[in-house]
């Protein structure tokens, strides 16, 4: 929801249509990050591992959520 308030074009598992449950959910979001065209990732091995997969991405972005 951040990034679509602020008009980011962006795609997550949740706007998939498939049978969502918690493993489908974290492989899928894997998937989509290994396979994204730019990658922004948060500070977790997870996502910090998928980046590292991803052969096609051409820019890399760690995300340093501030919460106020």
Do not use: W, Y
């Not at 990034?3 to 959910?25: A, C, Q, R, V």
């Not at 974290?26 to 998928?50: C, E, G, K, Q, V």
């Amino acid at each position: 929801a951040m990034l679509s308030s602020k008009g980011i074009p962006h795609i997550t598992s949740l706007d998939l249509d498939f049978e969502k449950s918690e493993d489908n959910i974290l492989m899928l979001d894997f998937t989509l990050l290994t396979l994204a065209d730019i990658s922004l990732i948060s500070n977790s091995s997870f996502s910090f591992a998928a980046a590292m997969l991803n052969k096609k991405s051409h820019l890399f972005m760690l995300v340093n959520f501030i919460s106020c």
